[in-house]
C-alpha cells in the first residue's frame, strides 16, 4: 500500500514533534516546517498529498498571510489548524480553497477522519487525472486486464506466449476477458495480419456445428444448393478462436481432433480433403476436467487444446483494476460518440465500491447505460443513482451486510451509507452533507466519529 505523505506546518515545536509523531503512527510519511518559508522548501522537494497549516505563522503571525499563500500548495488539500477564536477566519479559508479546517486543542479522532477524508479526495482526483493521460488504448489488452498482480501476470504470460504457435485454453468466470486476451494473442502473433475468427460452441445448434466449421459441398443435404466455405478454411493462416468449448458435442470433439492432430480435414459431403495452419485458442468458464471424469469432455482433447492455460479472475478479486477498464471503456465511448464524457472523483468511487458479480462485462454494459442519459460532460454519482438508486443493478455494494444482521446492526449499516453517500457527494463538505441528512453539523461530527466513517 502507497505511504501517503503529509506536511505538517506549524510554529510550535512540541506541537510538531507530538502531530507527527502520532501522524507516523497511523502509516504516514510526515515532514514539518516551522514557518511558511520552511514549508516552500519543503514542497520543492517533498510531494506531499496533504498539508495541515497553522493559520498564524512568523514572522508576521497574520492569518491572511497564511490565506494568501494557499495557491502555492498546487491544489493539494490543505486543512487549517487554528484556534477556537479564529473560527471566522477558518471559514474564509474553506472559501479560498482549503479543504477544511481543525481547532487546537487538537481531537486525534477528528484529525484522523479528516486527513482520511482528504487523502482519500486527493488520491480519486489524482488517480483520475493520471488514467487521463495513460498511454493504453481502449482495445488493447493492456488497457482491458489492469494494474493488479494478477493482470500483470496475464499479460506478461500473453506477450510471451502470442509469438509462438502454442494452443492455449482460456479459463475463468464468465465476463472476465477470455475473448479479449485471445484476440490480443492474434494481434501479438506473426499471424496479426490473417483472420481471427471466432466461435461460440454452445451458441450453433449440435447439427449445425460440423457444417458451420468444416463447410460443405453442393448437394451434401438438402438445401445445400451450393458449395459453402467453412469457418476453419476462413482463418487459415490465422487464429480460430473456440469459445465456450466445453459446450462442444462429443461427436464433433472426435472430428475436431483429428483437425489439431493432422492439421486436415473433409467438407461435410466432400471428398476433397483440406489442409490448414490454424492456431486453435479454446475458452470455457468450466471445469473440463470434471467434464472429462463425467464423460462429457474427451480427455484427449483436453491435453491437445491445453497447450498452456491462462486462468482470469473475477473482477471482485481485483477491483484495483476497474479504474483502469472504465478509462478503457470511456476512451472507446468518447471515439465511438464524439463526446468528451469524463467520471468525476464520487462516480468512480461509487464504481470503485461494487462486487461486480458480472464481472468485466456487467462493469462496460453499467457505464454505457450511465453514459446513455449523460451524453456529455461530467457523469456524477446523481447520474448513477438515476439508474440504480439502491445501488448496482446486480451487484451489492462492498460494505452493506450479508446476513443475519441485528435490527442495530442495520440500522448503522444504513447510517454509515448515507453518510459516506453524502460526504461523497459534497466532496467532504461536512456542512452541505449535514444539511442534505437533515441533521446538525456537530450531529454529524458525532456520528462520524462514532462510526468511524
Not at 122 to 139: G, I, M, S, V
Not at 212 to 234: H, M, P, Q, W
Not at 289 to 295: A, D, F, Q
Amino acid at each position: 500500500m502507497t505511504q501517503h505523505k503529509i506536511l505538517l506546518v506549524d510554529d510550535e515545536p512540541a506541537f510538531r514533534e507530538l502531530a507527527s509523531r502520532w501522524l507516523a503512527k497511523q502509516d504516514y510519511h510526515v515532514q514539518t516546517a516551522g514557518s511558511l518559508e520552511q514549508a516552500r522548501e519543503s514542497m520543492a522537494s517533498f510531494d506531499a498529498d496533504l498539508v495541515l497549516l497553522d493559520l498564524s505563522m512568523p514572522p508576521h503571525f497574520d492569518p491572511q498571510v497564511t490565506l494568501d499563500a494557499l495557491p502555492e500548495f498546487d491544489g493539494r488539500p490543505v486543512i487549517i489548524i487554528t484556534g477556537h477564536a479564529d473560527r471566522d477566519l477558518a471559514l474564509k479559508a474553506i472559501e479560498l480553497g482549503a479543504w477544511d479546517f481543525i481547532a487546537k486543542p487538537i481531537d486525534p479522532d477528528m484529525l484522523a477522519v479528516v486527513v482520511r477524508r482528504a487523502i482519500t479526495k486527493t488520491t480519486l482526483e489524482r488517480e483520475l487525472n493520471q488514467l487521463k493521460h495513460t498511454a493504453y488504448q481502449p482495445d488493447s489488452a493492456a488497457a482491458y486486464m489492469g494494474h493488479s498482480p494478477s493482470a500483470q501476470k496475464v499479460r506478461a504470460l500473453v506477450e510471451r506466449i502470442a509469438p509462438t504457435d502454442v494452443r492455449v485454453l482460456v479459463t475463468g468466470p464468465s465476463g472476465t476477458g477470455k475473448e479479449v486476451i485471445s484476440r490480443s494473442l492474434h494481434d501479438l502473433s506473426q499471424r496479426a495480419s490473417q483472420p481471427f475468427i471466432s466461435v461460440h460452441c454452445g451458441a450453433i445448434p449440435a447439427e449445425l456445428l460440423e457444417s458451420e466449421l468444416f463447410g460443405y459441398v453442393k448437394g451434401a443435404f438438402t438445401g445445400a444448393e451450393k458449395d459453402k466455405v467453412g469457418l476453419l478454411s476462413l482463418a487459415d493462416g490465422g487464429t480460430l478462436f473456440l469459445d465456450e468449448i466445453g459446450e462442444m458435442p462429443l461427436a464433433m470433439q472426435v472430428k475436431l481432433l483429428r483437425v489439431l492432430q493432422e492439421g486436415t480435414f473433409f467438407p461435410v459431403g466432400g471428398r476433397e480433403q483440406k489442409h490448414i495452419d490454424i492456431r486453435v485458442v479454446s475458452a470455457t468458464n468450466a471445469d473440463l476436467l470434471e467434464h472429462v471424469r463425467e464423460g462429457r469432455f474427451r480427455e484427449d482433447l483436453y491435453y491437445r487444446i491445453k497447450g498452456v492455460n491462462i486462468e482470469t479472475q473475477a473482477l471482485s478479486e481485483r477491483l484495483e483494476d476497474v479504474s483502469v477498464l472504465l478509462h478503457a471503456f470511456l476512451l472507446r465511448l468518447q471515439q465511438q460518440q464524439n463526446t468528451s464524457l469524463q467520471l468525476s472523483p464520487d462516480a468512480m468511487q461509487w464504481f470503485r465500491h461494487q462486487t461486480w458479480p458480472g464481472n468485466v462485462r456487467e462493469l462496460k454494459n453499467t457505464l454505457e447505460s450511465v453514459a446513455s442519459i449523460c451524453p456529455q460532460g461530467l457523469i456524477s454519482l446523481d447520474d448513477i443513482q438515476l439508474l440504480y438508486p439502491k445501488g448496482q443493478s446486480t451487484a451489492v455494494p462492498v460494505n452493506l451486510p450479508i446476513s443475519d444482521a441485528t435490527l442495530d446492526e442495520q440500522v448503522r449499516d444504513l447510517e454509515v451509507r448515507l453518510i459516506t453517500q453524502a460526504l461523497e457527494k459534497h466532496q467532504g463538505n461536512r456542512t452541505q452533507a449535514a444539511k442534505q441528512l437533515g441533521i446538525s453539523r456537530q450531529g454529524l461530527i458525532k456520528k462520524i466519529e462514532r462510526y468511524g466513517v
